[in-house]
Structure formats: C-alpha cells, structure tokens
C-alpha cells in the first residue's frame, strides 16, 4: 500500500496514512503558477517518505506517491480494480506456473538506458538478495530460487534466482515454486518495478537522486519539505504527464495543508482533517473529492507486547464489539467512513460480509468475551497513531468506546509523524495496539491477508503467526484457478475472525479536493490522486 500503493501502510501497500508532514515556503512569485511552485507545476500534500526512494524499500503512502511518479511496473490497474497493461505488451501463462512477460519496445529510462528483460531480471535479484534487506523483498518469495537468495538464516546460496530467465531483450520467463492464479495481480505493485544500470554503482546514491522509467523524472528532495519531479516527454506508457511536472509538499498537520488548498497555495490535499469535514465541500465546491476504495482501518495488537503476548482470542472478539462503529463513523469522522464487516474492503475479488456479531457493538457481550478470555493484562493498553494524519480524534472517540462498555483503560499513543510510527511498528517498539490502514496493492482478498497475516509477511508488523492460518494462505495460493484461490481466501477469512490478528474498524473513502487552479484531479483504484492527469488553468 499503495500496499501502500501498495501495500502499502497509507500506499502501499501497502499501509492508510491520511497524511503529510512540514510546510514548506511559497518562496518568490517570479515565474511562478498561481500556486507556489513552477508555472505549469502541480502540487499536493505529501509527507516525507520513510526510506530512500528505491521501488522494493517502499511500503508506505508518502514514499509511494513519489515512487510511482518516477518508475513504472509491467502493469497496473484501472479505476475498477481491472488490468492495464503499462510496460509489458502482456503477462501469459498455460499453467498458472510458469508465466512468460512480453516487454513493449522503445521504453526508456530517464537517462537513456534502454528498459529490457535484464532490466527487470537483475532488479529483482537484487530486491529478493537478503543481503540488501529491502522491506518488500518477501514480495519475491513465490519464485523458483528466492530461498537461495534469501535464506532463512545465513548468507545467500546464489546471486540470481533459478525461475527468472531472459528469453531476448523483451522477452521473459517467471517459474514460480507452485501455482500461483493471481501472480500476474502482484505485478501492478511498485516493488516490480525495473532498475537501470547505474542503480548498482552506489544503491543508496540512487535512493537520494532516482532514475527510473516512469512519467516524471526527478529533480531534487529538500527533505522534509519538499520533493519536486519533472513530466518526462519521452515516457510512452498510457499514463503521461498532463502537466510540467509536481511537487510533493510536507506538512505538520492536515489542518495546515486544507489552509493552503483554500487560499490557493497548494493544489491538491489527499485527506481533509477532521476538523475541517464538516465544510469542506462548501469551502472547495467542485473541487471536492469524496469516492470509496479499497483500504481498510484496523486495530492492530503486538502480539509481541506485555499486553498482548498470548491473549485469548476472545479478548480482541470483546475489544471489537466493545467499539461503536457507527456512531464514530457518522459523528467524528463525519460520515466519511463505513463500518467493516470484514477484513477486506470493498472492491476487491473475494470481498463478502463474514455476517459476524464481532464488528457489532454489543456492551454486555463485549465484557463476558473479555472476562471469558481471562481479560486485558493490567486491565489497560494503548493505541498508537501518527498525529499528523488526522487520527486524535477517532483514536480518543474508540478507547471512550470500549471504556465505557468493558470498564477496560484505553488511551492514545501519539508519534509526530507517520515515519515515526513506522519506525515504531519496524523495531518491534509498539507498546499495545497501532493503527493499521491498508490499501490494496492488487485487486484480490489475498493481498489483506496473506501480505498482512502471514507468519512470513514483512508487514505484518504486529508479529500475528499461526500454523492453520498459514496452511491455509499457502494452500489457497496454490489453487488451480484465480475463482477459487479467491474462494479459499475467503475461508480463511472466516476463520481470521476465530484468531483476530486485527480488529477492522471501517472502510475508507477519500475525502480530499483540490483548488481553483487546478482541473481534471481523479482517484485510481488504491485511493490515490492520478496526479499526471491534472492539467493546469
């Protein structure tokens, strides 16, 4: 999300952020659009992204954003979840095991380099390779060889992984472990994006100053403030620049960023705050932005903390139906969100009602699970949230839930920033629970929960493992159709609520705008904002 795009935390996938983090400057009017970058120039709020900006050390929605304006992948994914062929001319297979990539002729990176199948193959042998540690490299582990590149212990046993073989310089094969029906999905995530040549000469040089194959190319990172990339005229994907180029803009607080859109000094803003939902759409008129996708909010536990470390199931069942979703839903957050009825949004493939009481608030049920389950250590526990995405409010609206229906304390954890609480969830530092937001990375109910509840999954930073579940994941990765890997997932659905690795809270909708000086701003499958179709007025 978006991830992230990910999955992405927010991409992108992965993980969602509504957020950004510093304001910066208009700086002088000279030569300048009406906002305050460059003439021809977009901009919208964007945090700064938690790693440097290399396509597999990125899983999170500040990072994405930047990531996908400077590289591109084989595929992606239209407004309704369906496939859009972007590099490759297509992505086949016979047996749903061994699949073979058809690269358009003529792309280029931005500095010249010639995108082929090479281009592709080494990437990804890097990303996969343990001793590089990129965050997503688990995103590999389906290929024939990724166990000898990246050993459970130990160094690597080879470079390059057996199963990606290069037919000609547009052409190649990927020999997966088993059969996988959906890996053509997985490759609209960002993590498969190609590498060029003098990405290898000084990785973290690159991460600082990218070059990639996408519709913008780089120009400079001020960190913390701002990061500004170029419409490139040579990119041929069906995703061109509509404008001269953007500008990533961080804030301190979404309440800052709306006071930029409205008086014009900013383009576009991802998420309105709270405090500003009420007006919004009187305030931006046309300009506002309020449409469903594919992300989620949960409540997630370290299963790893004093408070959390062997709880019965029954406590976070009780946790859940402890929170009244519907009235935070429709009070603090405005009616902006829709209370979840399972672990996947929305649209994607597999989504259904698990037609549980768990996502049901139910006062007295709640204490007799909790009491049942032997109750909450202390007979307290924390949320962790990031306070410049937006969050206080539901954070404090939730634990007033569940302390007035269990007598259990609940309060916020707050982190200053989105980067800060990543870095918590990364280090194993999350004192209870954190806020979790997902955002489909690819359109199927496997990516919300085998990238996020798998004993092996790199996001699954609240360290949830079980055997059955895990069995079952591998098995409906394994099944002999795309329908029916969605249908086994969606048995393991059910049973995720026996074990409850999250408590889902609401499905998300953006509710973002833009300004006066800006048109044609449109939201794609992962929530975010299509900033090369913006044109400028």
């Known amino acids: 999300m978006r991830g992230a795009k990910s999955a992405k935390w927010v991409a992108g996938a992965i993980v969602v952020a509504l957020a950004a983090t510093a304001c910066g400057g208009n700086g002088d009017d000279e030569g300048k659009s009406k906002g305050s970058g460059p003439a021809g120039y977009v901009s919208i709020d964007v945090g700064e992204p938690q790693k440097p900006l290399i396509p597999a050390d990125t899983n999170e929605s500040n990072g994405s954003y930047v990531i996908q304006s400077l590289f591109t992948q084989l595929l992606d994914f239209d407004a309704k979840g369906n496939v859009v062929y972007t590099n490759a001319e297509s992505v086949t297979t016979d047996d749903s095991k061994t699949w073979t990539v058809k690269l358009k002729k003529g792309w280029k990176f931005h500095n010249g380099e010639e995108v082929t199948s090479k281009s592709y193959i080494d990437a990804w042998n890097w990303y996969a390779n343990i001793k590089n540690n990129q965050q997503n490299s688990f995103w590999f582990q389906d290929i024939k060889g990724y166990d000898d590149v990246h050993p459970e212990k130990g160094d690597p046993k080879a470079e390059t992984m057996s199963g990606l073989k290069a037919v000609d310089d547009h052409t190649f094969t990927i020999e997966l472990k088993y059969t996988m029906p959906y890996f053509n999905y997985k490759l609209g995530y960002t993590t498969w994006a190609p590498l060029p040549k003098v990405f290898y000469d000084d990785p973290k040089a690159f991460g600082q100053k990218p070059v990639g194959n996408g519709p913008y190319k780089f120009e400079k990172w001020d960190h913390k403030k701002l990061i500004q990339v170029k419409a490139w005229d040579e990119y041929q994907g069906p995703n061109k620049a509509k404008n001269k180029g953007v500008q990533f803009k961080a804030y301190t607080t979404l309440e800052a960023a709306y006071k930029d859109v409205v008086s014009g000094n900013l383009d576009m803003i991802r998420q309105v705050g709270p405090t500003d939902l009420p007006k919004y759409k009187q305030d931006l008129g046309d300009g ?77 049920k709640a204490k007799q699970l909790i009491k049942e389950g032997g109750g909450v250590p202390g007979n307290k526990f924390t949320i962790q949230y990031n306070t410049d995405g937006g969050h206080k409010e539901w954070v404090t609206a939730v634990c007033e839930s569940i302390r007035k229906a269990t007598g259990v304390d609940c309060a916020g954890d707050p982190k200053p920033d989105f980067a800060t609480d990543l870095e918590a969830r990364d280090n194993d530092q999350v004192k209870g629970m954190y806020r979790g937001g997902w955002v489909a990375d690819y359109p199927v109910n496997a990516n919300f929960m085998k990238e996020l509840y798998h004993t092996t999954a790199e996001a699954n930073n609240g360290k949830f493992s079980n055997k059955e579940i895990d069995g079952l994941m591998d098995k409906a990765d394994k099944a002999k159709s795309l329908d029916e890997s969605v249908k086994a997932f969606q048995e393991v659905e059910k049973k995720l609520v026996e074990h409850m690795p999250a408590i889902p809270l609401w499905y998300y909708r953006i509710n973002g705008g833009h300004g006066k000086n800006v048109d044609n701003v449109n939201v794609d499958f992962h929530g975010d904002l299509e900033v090369w179709a913006v044109t400028t007025k």
């Open 288 to 364: 506002a932005i309020e449409q469903p996708y594919a992300a989620i909010q949960t409540l997630t536990p370290a299963f790893y903390s004093k408070t959390f470390k062997d709880i019965d199931p029954k406590v976070l069942q009780g946790l859940s139906m402890a929170i009244d979703r519907d009235t935070i839903t429709k009070t603090v957050l405005n009616n902006t969100r829709t209370p979840a009825q399972s672990f996947t949004p929305p649209g994607v493939k597999g989504n259904q009602n698990l037609d549980t009481d768990v996502f049901t608030y139910n006062p007295a």
